[in-house]
């Protein structure tokens, strides 16, 4: 056995043990309590917040939810501000986001 045949089936061991529970824990970021997802409108966010296992109060879902001017990176943060949340055919939510006085669009 050649020492570069010997490294390959060392890396095809380690990729074998590592990717397939690096793949599953990257794919269980899924669950409602971990935030806003890539494809959550805001009102989609909210809903799910509030009515998960969790039950979130409005302002907590809308901080977990509300995006910033920054999109979430540390660069900018400082003077990042909240985007206004987007809740259109939802009059319950924006009665809440009254309520709690977070800007929102109609």
């Not at 045949?5 to 971990?34: D, F, Q």
Request: hydrophobic share 40%.
């Amino acid at each position: 056995m050649t020492v570069a045949s010997s490294i390959s089936s060392s890396l095809r061991r380690n990729v074998r043990k590592w990717l397939v529970p690096g793949v599953i824990l990257c794919l269980s970021g899924c669950a409602a309590e971990t935030g806003r997802m890539w494809n959550d409108t805001d009102v989609s966010c909210l809903r799910k917040q509030m009515g998960s296992a969790v039950h979130l109060s409005f302002p907590l879902a809308a901080n977990t939810c509300q995006r910033m001017t920054n999109h979430g990176f540390m660069f900018g943060e400082a003077t990042a501000k909240p985007i206004p949340l987007e809740l259109h055919n939802a009059p319950d939510l924006q009665a809440l986001a009254e309520e709690y006085n977070y800007s929102y669009k109609k």
